[in-house]
């Protein structure tokens, strides 16, 4: 069903009115579809990718061949999520399209903006995840991704350690289904 704005109410969870094409460090936090661990597992506080969790490794360290405007900073992919810094650079970004269209609207993606940047990253992992699968459109993801702008150093300093601490954490994390795999409805009945 396409998306009729008179009945399909989605609400963004991206600062109103920001142009998501300035230079600067976004925090990214995406989350597989239902949290289902597909990436591998945590030993000993280190992160094991698995098949699938290189998969989403690479198409992540490509996003600068495909977005030479985007830098990559620390990141990690987890069994159910994935932390990452982008870091815009280029600021003729904004030379690629109008001004007056820099701000994202649902269903008009802004050239090299961040929600743009992700949806891509996003749809080239489910792709690569659904020949392995031979599933069509298979949703890996869940819908949208968090963000947050780093707005100094001694922030995107904290964010960098938060996000190399990950691994260490993970036996405390409440979505770690490894804790308690009866709580959880797994999407995919496919062996890791």
Request: proline share 6%; net charge positive.
């Amino acid at each position: 069903m396409p998306y009729d704005p008179r009945k399909h109410r989605r609400r963004s969870i991206r600062l109103k009115g920001y142009d998501y094409t300035q230079p600067g460090a976004y925090f990214i936090t995406l989350c597989t579809h239902g949290r289902q661990c597909l990436f591998g597992n945590v030993v000993k506080g280190k992160m094991q990718l698995n098949y699938l969790g290189h998969i989403a490794f690479n198409c992540w360290e490509a996003i600068p061949d495909h977005f030479p405007h985007i830098e990559l900073d620390t990141f990690v992919v987890m069994p159910n999520h994935l932390h990452g810094i982008l870091v815009i650079t280029d600021t003729s970004v904004g030379a690629w399209h109008c001004h007056a269209h820099t701000r994202e609207q649902f269903g008009k993606p802004v050239r090299g903006s961040i929600p743009t940047v992700i949806g891509s990253y996003k749809s080239a992992v489910s792709k690569s995840i659904n020949v392995i699968w031979h599933t069509k459109g298979q949703s890996i993801w869940q819908r949208n991704f968090y963000e947050h702008i780093s707005r100094d150093q001694k922030s995107l300093d904290h964010i960098r350690q938060y996000i190399l601490d990950n691994p260490q954490r993970w036996a405390d994390d409440p979505d770690n289904s490894q804790q308690n795999p009866d709580d959880y409805k797994f999407l995919f009945d496919i062996p890791f």
